[in-house]
DNA sequence: GGCGGCTAATGAAACCTTTCAATTTCTGCG
DNA sequence: CGCAGAAATTGAAAGGTTTCATTAGCCGCC
């Protein structure tokens, strides 16, 4: 293990000085072709490494952006995440990936360790809809773009419109003729998932029908395991009175309740029709074919990143702005009897 | 947005000096109770968060581990990030997730920016069995562990035994009688997919079949996308020569190829049996529950972490190890006709 | 030959924390 | 009351980069 080699000693091997090194790495335009050749050379000679902690410092700002969802094992949050890092890329900024996991305390944590990174700027998707944490943050002027989620005027966001998806699905299930429907999702605090709920009740106003026709399951968390524990709550209901279809909070729990449903022989979508949110790659390949509503994940990524951005390079006169995406119902066998 | 205040406006404020600060922050017990009570209340007063970066310079290295992955989107890797990052985190160290998406110029882009960042250590999946810059890294003193990678005495390495892995598999469908197998995966210049096509051949050997009864189909990558496209070209062979069964890489081929015959009517297992590599939660909601070879993905990442610490913290008398968990076969519906 | 105007290179200061040897304050005891 | 020894606190140095005001070097033109 060898020292490792500083700007000072690749300055002395070029015989230049440190500020013409620096220069060689981050303006080469101002230095002579023949002098950045020769700091060039020694660089490598050296095996020189630049110090990010150093030049961070000086810097007073990292390059780096946080991004904090919810669930990394939700693919969902995988590909947006592709969208983030590709357009930091391009930036060159990079992207650390941080798993609240729904936990707030989680989150805090993820937001402070952030914080004294200096993160260039944060993507969130938070746990709760109003976090004091991210506020404080932005008022040291950190770019805080909320994820997947809207807000009010003050802050820049990028989401999909959940109730319109909400709306979509419930529709659809209404179309095929259902009358007694379960809405599958929690917790409700998470707003995505009441939001969801919320659309699901104006399709059911909007086709005339009692709200007594939809019953709300509040699971305990968004993913395949909680899906399989609802469904076997559902199959243990006497068919007479046991919902004729069920719209998901998202695609995980969507394909655990078909899990069950497949290995306790309750035919789908025969007696249960399903809908799941999301549209992630294993909805189209499970059991039976998911019909789910599609978010444009990688879009929903990219934009936040741009909002980012311009927050940042444009801190001034920089207007807060709420893209919001409209979701797209995909239909597939899960709904549709053969 | 007000200036951030520093360790010098702390102590200013605390009537203090900056050492005692330092102190307060990380070495509690070496300062009276009373003036560290003052201490933490100016730190809360004028929130000063600590500048990470001088922290950093200060210490020479960071805590941050970089994991660098072949592909995020692939729930394996996203379990093994989940145990690397628990251990991570019981050791106050946070981990950095890169995605090479099985690129090697990607790869190399993720290990400088390791490097700059002086990372505490970096676990890697690496996308080609000689990977110099990672003895470089090594040569600079930063801890290296291969994951999922087995690997000469010279350096730390966890991974599952694939040749195991491979023969469970392949025993499997010859004991259930299959004569014509195909072997999906590739590129087959990844090291786990050609050991598990080796263990593949063994069994073969094994069971006194000839060579000819396997086929090898390479694939350009290992997701849901390769898998459909191999089982369009598997179900466009007349019937006659058209393997009875295949053992795919990974469970995202072995989940798209499933997804393929579903739709063209295949019957699995009737027509062709499934096996899949990984057991990815998904495995068990799909079209036809997949049987499939788990692997131990968070301990992995558990050892993973540990050998790193070990390495880290004991630089001088370290014993390079290699951790080899054993694969398991899950049986399930895509190679047992009810 | 001298001088203006330009490019290229210089080097010290600043960024903020931690460390550690040195100093001050406290405690108990003779 | 003084002193030894322990405990608490101090303050300057170090860590490696970038910035920017200066200085040096060069060219062409009067």
Known sequence: MIEPAGVIDVAERAGVSVGTVSNVLNHPERVAPATRDRVLRAIAELGFVRNEAARQLRAGRSRTVGLVVLDVGNPFFTDLAGGVEKTAGDHGLSVVLCNSGDDAEREEHHLSLLQEQRAFGILI???????????????????????DHSSSARQCSVSVNDQIGGELAMAHLIDKGHQRIAFVGGPLSIKQVSERLTGARKALRAAGMRPGALTVVETRALNVAAGRQTGDA????????????????????????????????????????????????????????????????????????????????????????QVVFEPELIVRESTTPD
């Open 125 to 147: 998707t938070p746990v709760a809809t109003k976090t004091p944490a991210i506020d404080v943050i932005r008022g040291r002027g950190t770019p805080v773009v909320l994820v």
């Open 234 to 321: 559902i199959a243990d209901l006497p068919a007479k009175t046991r919902p004729t279809a069920v719209f998901c909070a998202n695609d995980l729990l969507a394909l655990g309740v078909l899990q069950t449903m497949t290995r306790r022989r309750v035919p789908v979508p025969g007696e249960l029709a399903i809908v799941g949110y999301d549209d992630i790659d294993f909805a189209s390949a499970a059991a039976v074919p998911l019909t789910s509503v599609r978010q444009p994940s990688a879009q929903l990524g990219q934009a936040a990143m741009e909002l980012l951005i311009d927050e940042a390079r444009a801190s001034h006169s920089h207007q807060h702005r």
